[in-house]
């Protein structure tokens, strides 16, 4: 694995507030494998990615990829929710209008 990739473990890691002991506990693996991983000496499997990028609540792609972690916000927020705005732009202007007025609602804390 990558030291890219190990630095980016532990960034999120950090962010979200938890201890290597943490980590390890809600993926199921032993605190050396943790830090082994942010060292970049142990392979991280596909499964290991996906439940760490929900754990952490972050973009696999946050992880792996350079690019995308240097692109901007916008291309970030594009590139995390293009499948939301692909199902968008098949929607009617009525439905978008809905959709909107039902994220608005949430946000505002109505819903």
């Known amino acids: 694995m990558s030291e890219f990739t190990g630095k980016k473990l532990k960034e999120a890691r950090v962010k979200k507030g938890l201890s290597q002991d943490e980590a390890a506990n809600l993926m199921n693996v032993a605190k050396r494998a943790i830090s082994e991983m942010e060292a970049g000496k142990r392979s991280i499997s596909a499964d290991e990615l996906a439940q760490f990028s929900r754990i952490y609540n972050v973009d696999v792609r946050e992880l792996l990829f350079v690019e995308f972690t240097e692109a901007g916000?916008?291309?970030?927020?594009?590139?995390?929710?293009?499948?939301?705005?692909?199902?968008?732009?098949?929607l009617s202007d009525r439905e978008v209008e809905d959709v909107y007025w039902v994220i608005k609602r949430k946000v505002e804390g109505l819903l």
């Open 73 to 90: 916000d916008e291309q970030r927020l594009t590139a995390k929710y293009s499948s939301f705005l692909k199902l968008l732009e098949k």
